[in-house]
């Protein structure tokens, strides 16, 4: 079936450096994708969006950068804090569907 | 900044019995939904609600799922009769719209324990 899905279960990055979390899916109908953010305990939190019409977008710190071509989608987050710790989805909604699809999540561990 | 509210945190409960969900969605939001997570699991979709009816749902939502807006404010989810594969969190969300880029925002979700 169609599936969202993360390239790496977990990411260590030391304080300071930036971070990359891919993310492939298999959709192509898929016109609009979302990253979430996933703290501990807590409920999914909305990151950056982005578009199928475009190829990059960028918020504060951090970046989505979406390959159609190869299906690939990647947050890239600058000057990576402890807070940033936290399990990151990749997430896609499609033609017109109000359901979003979430990815397996990518646990990213930030080393002070 | 408005949130998703919900309550309980954490509900254990006995095979079989019933349980009610429930979730105080953002006041000017007119979407709703429900998605789980079972633990170490991805994310699901289990049900959107908008003007009182269901207008979408995944497999998961089967019979022994429903969902009410009980009053102006409150929106639940229930399980009739709860299964040991029911044990999951439960995330409820809100949206202005149903329009992709009206975000979809999150409650912090109820941790349920079928024993």
């Known amino acids: 079936g169609e599936s969202v899905g993360l390239h790496l279960p977990t990411l260590s990055v030391q304080e300071g450096d930036n971070s990359i979390i891919n993310c492939a899916y298999s959709n192509s109908a898929s016109d609009y994708f979302i990253w979430y953010k996933q703290e501990s305990g807590k409920g999914p939190q909305f990151i950056i969006d982005?578009?199928?019409?475009?190829d990059k977008r960028q918020g504060q710190r951090v970046t989505v950068l979406l390959n159609k071509t190869v299906k690939h989608l990647s947050l890239q987050i600058a000057a990576t804090q402890p807070g940033d710790s936290a399990v990151y989805f990749c997430a896609e909604r499609s033609g017109g569907y109000q359901k979003v699809t979430f990815g397996t999540g990518t646990k990213l561990q930030v080393i002070p | 900044e408005p949130e998703v509210t919900q309550t309980p945190s954490h509900q254990v409960t006995q095979m079989g019995q019933e349980v009610i969900l429930r979730c105080v969605p953002i006041s000017n939001h007119l979407y709703f939904y429900w998605y789980r997570q079972i633990l170490g699991q991805k994310v699901e979709f289990l049900v959107s609600f908008y003007n009182n009816e269901i207008s979408e749902k995944s497999e998961i939502f089967d019979d022994q799922f429903s969902v009410e807006r009980p009053d102006g404010s409150n929106f639940t989810l229930k399980i009739r009769s709860t299964k040991l594969e029911d044990s999951a969190m439960y995330f409820c969300?809100?949206?202005?719209?149903?329009?992709?880029?009206?975000?979809?925002?999150f409650g912090p979700g109820t941790r349920l324990t079928v024993l």
């Open positions: 982005i578009r199928s019409n475009m």
């Open positions: 969300a809100s949206s202005v719209s149903r329009q992709p880029t009206d975000t979809q925002y």
